[in-house]
């Protein structure tokens, strides 16, 4: 069937929710992380409802036509980018709070719900859902689900698959399938809901989901920051924060150059070469003892401490940490990449990074979720450099990036801690399963969807 007369079927079932304007169809080729897919789409679909997402797949198993999900398009790793010949199916009008239970701690939601927005519908009821990755105001849940995101909180109050008590799915032929429960407790069969959280859009679409909420949490937060001589000062306080057994609600850490390039963003004074930064969080009733504790262990690791003494100034410490990405992007194009370690091995990955850094001539500024081990290098690059590269990206970054990734399994990590592999990853996707297993995932993706039009050429894809 020839391209034309797909987006008729399309129009004829969906009328005015189809959208073939040209830069609409553009704007869906790429996402946050640089990165843009080939050619431009057949159209887009802004489903409204579970019948609009049925119909357009039904559509497109008849005439096997790729189909590519997209919510926000806020991803780092171009899991959502739609390229030739593929329709956009967007699900980010379908943004409803269907239910809120307070007794039972759940609430179920459409997918194109910004995180932050849910985050305010459920303040009212005393409630919220933990995940709360950094672009919570910009990113849906239903995105979350599709990465297994995770967020500044998440080492103390767990990431999406901590949170979900079960998924709604759309498959490749349209059928809807009612995956997990409402139950705190559930043991019925292979458990779908979590091979679905993360699947990039590989395995359905997501419609709807029943979330597992958390009371607010009583009390204050405290906030404090240590500055150390190097990032690798830094990195060992962080690790022996969690060796004293506590647990902090958050533990942010920056290297030099992305703490001296978000002061030289927000104009306050420079700081001294080299140094490098910790930003810890505590809440609940104990927030202030906490504080006090994880105080004395960063100060004994060489740190100078100080606890915020009110709410501006608390504010004004994590305004630093949050104002990290634009301030990387004053210093060329950048490719923002995502490996986690054990937590005892952040010394160590920040010795790799370095050496990575001196044996390529390259910077690469680092902020990290030391809480749980999760990094953020960024390649810093003269986009000149890239204008010849197949996907942008000079040679020399992708060698430095496959030298940090390996570096990173080397350290008993992953390539991705809450990114998603997309189309960045995927060439190495290989490294970190094996062969055996990722056949294995391949052959499971082929089960929900045998034709392959689900979110083709990323993952699994090499």
Not at 229 to 238: D, L, S
């Amino acid at each position: 069937m020839s391209r034309s007369d797909v987006v008729a079927r399309l129009f004829a079932a969906l009328g005015d929710r189809v959208d073939v304007d040209p830069g609409e169809l553009d704007a869906a080729r790429a996402d946050k992380s640089g990165q843009a897919a080939a050619g431009t789409p057949l159209a887009i679909v802004h489903a409204v409802s579970v019948e609009d997402v049925q119909e357009t797949l039904r559509i497109a198993s008849a005439t096997g036509t790729p189909v590519v999900t997209r919510g926000a398009g806020t991803g780092l790793a171009g899991g959502a980018n739609a390229g030739s010949g593929e329709i956009v199916l967007s699900v980010r009008q379908m943004d409803r709070i269907l239910e809120v239970r307070p007794d039972d701690l759940l609430a179920v939601v459409e997918p194109g719900i910004l995180n932050a927005d849910l985050g305010r519908a459920l303040a009212p009821h005393g409630l919220w859902w933990a995940p709360d990755p950094a672009s919570r105001e910009v990113a849906t849940v239903g995105g979350n689900i599709a990465t297994g995101a995770g967020g500044l909180l998440c080492a103390k109050y767990g990431v999406v698959r901590d949170a979900i008590l079960g998924v709604d799915l759309v498959l490749a032929d349209g059928r809807l399938l009612r995956l997990g429960h409402r139950s705190v407790k559930g043991v019925t069969g292979l458990d779908l809901t979590s091979l679905v959280i993360g699947s990039e859009g590989t395995l359905g679409v997501v419609v709807g989901a029943t979330l597992k909420l958390r009371r607010l949490i009583p009390g204050e937060t405290r906030t404090l920051a240590a500055t150390f001589p190097n990032v690798r000062a830094a990195a060992e306080g962080a690790t022996a924060v969690t060796a004293a057994g506590l647990q902090p609600a958050i533990m942010e850490l920056m290297d030099a150059t992305s703490f001296a390039a978000v002061h030289a963003l927000l104009r306050l004074p420079a700081p001294e070469p080299g140094l490098a930064q910790l930003t810890v969080q505590t809440d609940g009733p104990a927030a202030s003892a906490e504080a006090e504790a994880i105080a004395d262990v960063l100060r004994a690791g060489g740190g100078t401490v100080r606890l915020a003494e009110d709410d501006a100034e608390a504010e004004l410490l994590w305004r630093i940490r949050r104002s990290m990405h634009p301030a990387i992007e004053t210093l060329g194009t950048t490719l923002i990449e995502d490996v986690s370690v054990p937590r005892s091995a952040l010394p160590a990955m920040f010795d790799e990074i370095a050496r990575i850094e001196r044996e390529f001539d390259l910077v690469i500024p680092t902020v990290c979720h030391a809480g749980d081990g999760n990094l953020h290098p960024n390649f810093v690059y003269d986009a000149a450099a890239g204008a010849d590269a197949r996907d942008g990206v000079p040679d020399v970054i992708w060698a430095a990036a496959d030298d940090l990734f390996h570096a990173a399994l080397r350290l008993g990590g992953t390539l991705t801690g809450e990114h998603g592999v997309g189309v960045l990853k995927r060439r190495w996707l290989v490294d970190e399963l094996g062969e055996d297993q990722w056949e294995l995932q391949r052959q499971i993706a082929r089960v929900f969807d045998p034709a392959g039009i689900m979110n083709p050429g990323k993952v699994f894809t090499r």
